[in-house]
């Protein structure tokens, strides 16, 4: 088994629990951890075998930039259902980030994980 990772996704969009955060984009980062296998993908050298990242980012952005999310928690509940749905890692690993949402802080979020490590 193996872990493939996005780190730091950059992604701007509407989100927040006030209104006027909704109004303008605002930057979430996204980590993602995938564990599988991936050496029939690597033996053939077969994109098609494996996890595809850059599919990945496509469908987060696309999925972030769909509708206003209030809330991180369902933003990131979205985005694993989506990752579970159409790519099927045996485990993932899941954070989203609001860079500077509060004071003092470099960002809040929410980290998921699923399925057997």
């Known amino acids: 088994m193996a872990t493939i990772f996005i780190n730091e996704l950059a992604i701007k969009m509407h989100i927040g629990v006030p209104e006027w955060e909704r109004r303008v984009r605002q930057t979430v980062l996204v980590d993602c951890e995938m564990r599988t ?28 930039m769909s509708k206003p999310y209030v809330l991180v928690e369902s933003l990131i509940e979205d985005m694993a259902d989506l990752i579970e749905k159409d790519f099927k890692p045996s485990w993932l690993s899941l954070k989203v980030t ?6 003092n802080a470099a960002g809040v979020g929410v980290k998921i994980e699923r399925g057997t490590r």
Not at 43 to 59: K, L
Not at 98 to 103: D, E, L, R, T, Y
């Open 37 to 64: 296998d991936i050496q029939s993908a690597a033996s053939a050298q077969d994109i098609a075998q494996t996890i595809n990242y850059q599919t990945i980012v496509h469908e987060l952005e696309a999925l972030a």
């Open 98 to 103: 609001k860079p500077f949402a509060i004071a």
